[in-house]
T-cell receptor, first 117, second 113 residues
């Protein structure tokens, strides 16, 4: 398996522009997570999907951020409009959930480094 | 409010010696703990985990210790190798949930020759 695939690897955009980050989870995984890494706050969970349904989006910073998972093999994280303080590395991760049995560990993609100028 | 804390941003250890990375948590609902390793320009990779029903879990050179009463866990690497140089993240998740992980801010380990 190729692992979790994220695109693009790097994104530089101007303030005010829309940014879309993409993620393909590992086949067969039914939980998907979007994390953001910054120097100050480390890795923060933004949103978590289970079976394509958003379960917890309490980590999404504000309305400028939205995430979708239209099917089991694809998710997007969109920022509109983008601001310089959104500059960070955004990671997607997936794992196997087995109902009440604890999930396996999450597998991370290589991340998208976003720079908003 | 940082629920998982790694108070040492960096650590330098000589090759062959023991590396000890520490992590504290505040949320009593956490009952499963993981360590991830991260190299530059890569995503974090799972290293080792421990359930709250245990106080120790060992995997080769890596051992995680959990002290529930102190809400403290540590990762021991023995012997340390240059390839262990990376950022180590401690993570925790509460009972009954999927792997919704709360991460610490990481500790950068440098293993010197």
């Amino acid at each position: 398996d190729a692992g979790v695939i994220q695109s693009p690897r790097h994104e530089v955009t101007e303030m005010g522009q829309e940014v879309t980050l993409r993620c393909k989870p590992i086949s067969g995984h039914n939980s998907l997570f979007w994390y953001r890494q910054t120097m100050m706050r480390g890795l923060e969970l933004l949103i978590y999907f289970n079976n394509n349904v958003p379960i917890d989006d309490s980590g999404m910073p504000e309305d400028r951020f939205s995430a979708k998972m239209p099917n089991a093999s694809f998710s997007t994280l969109k920022i509109q409009p983008s601001e310089p303080r959104d500059s960070a590395v955004y990671f997607c991760a997936s794992s196997v959930g087995r109902g009440l049995i604890r999930n396996t560990e999450a597998f991370f993609g290589q991340g998208t480094r976003l720079t908003v100028v | 409010d940082q629920q998982v804390k790694q108070n040492s941003p960096s650590l330098s250890v000589q090759e062959g010696r023991i590396s000890i990375l520490n992590c504290d948590y505040t949320n009593s609902m956490f009952d499963y703990f993981l360590w991830y390793k991260k190299y530059p320009a890569e995503g974090p990779t799972f290293l080792i985990s421990i359930s709250s029903i245990k106080d120790k879990n060992e995997d080769g050179r890596f051992t995680v210790f959990l002290n529930k009463s102190a809400k403290h866990l540590s990762l021991h690497i023995v012997p340390s190798q240059p390839g262990d140089s990376a950022v180590y993240f401690c993570a925790a998740t509460p009972s009954g949930t999927a792997s919704k992980l709360t991460f610490g801010t990481g500790t950068r380990l440098q293993v010197t020759l």
